[in-house]
């Protein structure tokens, strides 16, 4: 990608036609990833519950930040953890993992992010791995402030499991700021509207859109009229090939269609999440082969 680019969310409903509705903004037609950042859903605020039975995922991190409401996840690694807002769940498939993710009170107000990181080819087929970190390194600047969720940025580093360089940060501006925040310059990056309208490099950014900031820049300017939160996310630009579908990432057609067949299966790979008597099917696979995404120029 040569140049900045505006990308506008589209609706998903998360689970199934009755599930939670989403706006993702990554993966878009004309750019697959930002560094290895591969999916941006923003959920809420709402107070439609999160309700996502056992489901898998293959080549690929699951990354949730929660800023309103509370997220029961299990997972057959044995995992059972309450996440509440300020804290992150990083869940690492590689080959192969099954989890699920619901709301601990039923009528309360969600609000949030879920994010996947694409696993580079050489950590892609490795163990399944979940980390749930309440206190994560804060770093700011004159009008700004933030936690980081993923890799570095400025002098805080997080203690995530990383695969790829990458960043990943929740930035908090005051009412009225103009903030300087610091970028890594070999890095592509984009900035995510999360809680209202906020200027990017002097380009108005509305509501729930993402602004893609191509590399070669050592900082980009933010600017709110009121207290607002935006999500930045970066990484060196991310070449291997990718074929995403429904939940899995590989390298080939062949490798979702064994992915497939796998759950449909209920095969050791993916195991099982203990509490649940029901999981999401997958669903039928297109009439075409699948093939990588490819970000247009």
């Known amino acids: 990608m040569n140049g900045d680019l505006l990308l506008e969310p589209r ?27 591969c999916f941006v859903d923003h959920f809420g605020p709402t107070r439609e519950p999160m309700t996502v039975l056992p489901h898998p995922h293959t080549g690929l991190q699951t990354v949730t930040w929660p ?6 996840h299990r997972d057959n690694l044995g995992s059972d953890v309450v996440l509440r807002p300020g804290e992150l769940n990083l869940m690492t498939s590689g080959d192969g993992v099954s989890h699920s993710e619901l709301s601990v009170e039923p009528d309360a107000m969600m609000h949030g992010l879920q994010l996947w990181v694409a696993l580079p080819d050489a950590s892609r087929a490795g163990p399944a791995a979940f980390e749930h970190l309440p206190d994560l390194p804060r770093t700011g600047g004159v009008g700004w402030r933030a936690i980081v969720l993923m890799g570095r940025l400025g002098d805080a580093e997080s203690p995530a499991a990383t695969f790829s360089p990458m960043v990943g940060a929740e930035v908090t501006l005051g009412a009225g700021a103009t903030a300087d925040v610091p970028l890594q310059p070999e890095f592509e990056h984009a900035v995510l509207a999360v809680d209202g309208a906020v200027r990017v490099g002097g380009f108005d950014l509305m509501h729930r859109q993402m602004r893609y900031l191509a590399p070669e820049r050592d900082s980009v300017r933010l600017q709110a009229a009121r207290d607002t939160t935006v999500l930045l996310i970066g990484g060196e630009p991310f070449t291997e090939s990718l074929v995403m579908w ?50 247009r120029s």
């Open 11 to 37: 609706e998903v409903p998360l689970g199934g036609v009755r599930g939670l509705t989403v706006h993702r903004t990554l993966p878009h037609r004309v750019l697959p990833t930002v560094g290895p950042w």
């Open 67 to 72: 800023l309103a409401g509370d997220i029961r």
């Open 246 to 295: 429904w939940n899995f990432i590989g390298r080939s057609h062949d490798d979702i269609v064994k992915a497939r067949e796998e759950w449909e299966q209920a095969s050791d790979r993916f195991g099982q999440v203990e509490g649940h008597d029901q999981v999401i099917p997958a669903p039928p696979l297109p009439k075409v082969r699948l093939t990588p995404r490819r970000r």
